[in-house]
């Protein structure tokens, strides 16, 4: 997934990325995974797949910024 991609479905999920610290960042992904994980009854299979992808996707581009 490209960045760009993945600061877009987090837009669309309401959380604007691009102004925030990772802290901050980590903790809209947990408030993500309790709105939308499957294994807390909901069948967001899918969404959550790209949830996941996204949060990887953006992580490495904090720690790259960090160098």
Not at 48 to 58: D, F, G, P
């Amino acid at each position: 997934m490209m960045l760009t991609e993945a600061i877009t479905l987090f837009r669309r999920l309401g959380i604007n990325v691009e102004k925030m610290s990772t802290d901050d960042f980590r903790l809209c992904y947990l408030a993500l995974v309790r709105r939308y994980h499957p294994d807390y009854g909901h069948g967001h299979h899918e969404l959550m797949a790209n949830i996941n992808c996204a949060r990887t996707t953006i992580l490495q581009s904090y720690r790259r910024s960090d160098r």
